[in-house]
């Protein structure tokens, strides 16, 4: 059950667009379309914004996209608004009934 | 509103004992599956434990292993997380958090605040 891989940090500027890669192994990311997304403000909970690999849940603004080539998740953000700020993490269904989550990746709007 | 409270974190010695709660409201607790997670300070998420609808299945992730029980209460709607033979990698802010049913059934589309156990 070792970590995701995600880059500790990312920034882009106000509009832009940034993506945040996730690699795992062929155990995890690369055995199942069951890859979501997670971001944190400071403080707060995990706020659910993909699963299912590229699937938004009620309420997020399709500015944020996922994807997934092989052992590797993708989160795109494009249109960058400074309330993006944040940690992001990408977590993948493992099997049995058992969960991965990568490390996390800072967001930094410049 | 779908709403997870946790009860229950602190303060504990190494090798001791403490029990967390989650307390659901707004939707129907005994038709989804419940989540533990944790989050040490300043580190990654990391799932521990989760339980089916009926108690019947539970998984846990290898470190917490015989140490760790989670359980639930349908009729009072809470799920529970028993942590024994604590360890100071043990120390995070726990959070419950819930599946969804059938569509991104390998998600965690709610979650609580949190509740902070600090093993020292």
């Known amino acids: 059950q070792s970590a995701l891989t995600q880059p500790r940090s990312v920034s882009g500027s106000p509009g832009q667009s940034v993506t945040i890669s996730c690699t795992g192994t062929?155990?995890?990311?690369?055995?199942?379309?069951?890859v979501s997304w997670y971001q944190q403000h400071p403080g707060k909970a995990p706020k659910l914004i993909i699963y299912d690999v590229s699937t938004w849940p009620s309420g997020v603004p399709d500015r944020f996209s996922g994807s997934k080539s092989g052992n590797t998740a993708s989160l795109t953000i494009s249109g960058l608004q400074a309330e993006d700020e944040a940690d992001y993490y990408c977590?993948?269904?493992?099997?049995?009934?058992?969960?991965?989550f990568g490390g996390g990746t800072k967001l930094t709007v410049l | 509103e779908v709403q997870l409270v946790e009860s229950g974190g602190g303060l504990v010695q190494p090798g001791g004992s403490l029990r967390l709660s989650c307390a659901a409201s707004g939707f129907t607790f005994s038709t989804y599956w419940m989540n533990w997670v944790r989050q040490a300070p300043g580190k990654g998420l990391e799932w521990v434990a989760n339980?089916?609808?009926?108690?019947?299945?539970?998984y846990y992730m290898d470190s917490v292993k015989g140490r760790f029980t989670i359980s639930r209460d349908n009729a009072k709607n809470s799920l529970y997380l028993q942590m024994n033979s604590l360890r100071a990698e043990d120390t995070a802010i726990y959070y419950c958090a819930r599946a969804p049913n059938s569509r991104g059934w390998a998600s965690f589309d709610y979650w609580g605040q949190g509740n902070l156990v600090i093993v020292s």
């Open positions: 339980m089916k609808q009926d108690g019947s299945e539970r």
């Open positions: 062929s155990s995890d990311v690369g055995s199942y379309n069951f």
């Open positions: 977590c993948s269904y493992a099997g049995r009934y058992t969960w991965v």
